[in-house]
């Protein structure tokens, strides 16, 4: 069971059997509210981020259950639509920014063709602000503000830690 003891158990084992202090300045983790407690628990001073692509993983379900076209579910996921929700300031992104996103969707389905299905939309900004907007509120998942040195540009931690290990040792660049 993913609970809040759970987790805390996990991290103290982790923590034990590492055999070190850990004292991460950022935690990038998956959307669960029991493992934001324990990690807030145990690292106090970390900042402590949702996963990106788990947010637009998590939306991009959610359009399915509501029977959302596949093509406006991929124009949704183009670069540039519901991910600059993450760009933004925190407090704008229930108001100006769902509000431009779906003028987005609109302009983008009306280019390609793509019927805008009002009412399953709807169902799903509803999902969105309760979900993203209120659960876990925009300062869990959005960017804006952050600098670039601690915002993971992959999906794998292990690519990230590779990136930065050749940027900072580029004697050991394997070819």
């Known amino acids: 069971m993913r609970t809040l003891s759970a987790y805390c158990n996990a991290l103290s084992f982790i923590v034990q059997s590492t055999g070190r202090k850990l004292q991460p300045d950022e935690i990038v983790c998956n959307f669960d509210t ?10 106090p001073i970390a900042i402590v981020r949702g996963s990106m692509y788990r947010l637009k993983q998590a939306c991009r379900t959610k359009m399915e259950q509501l029977k959302i076209s596949d093509d406006a579910i991929n124009l949704a996921m183009e670069k ?45 900004w ?17 960017m804006h503000g952050l600098s670039n040195r601690i915002i993971a540009r992959t999906n794998n931690p292990l690519e990230q830690l590779q990136k930065e ?7 050991l660049i394997r070819n």
């Open 34 to 43: 029991d493992l934001f407690k324990a990690l807030h628990g145990r690292f």
């Open 126 to 142: 509803l999902y969105f602000r309760n979900t993203w907007c209120r659960q876990f509120s925009p300062e869990v998942w959005n």
């Open 165 to 171: 290990v050749d940027v900072a040792l580029p004697c």
């Open 80 to 124: 540039g639509v519901l991910d600059m929700l993450a760009t933004i300031p925190s407090g704008r992104v229930a108001t100006a920014g769902i509000s431009w996103v779906k003028q987005q969707m609109k302009t983008k389905c009306a280019s390609a063709n793509v019927p805008y299905m009002q009412s399953q939309w709807r169902l799903f």
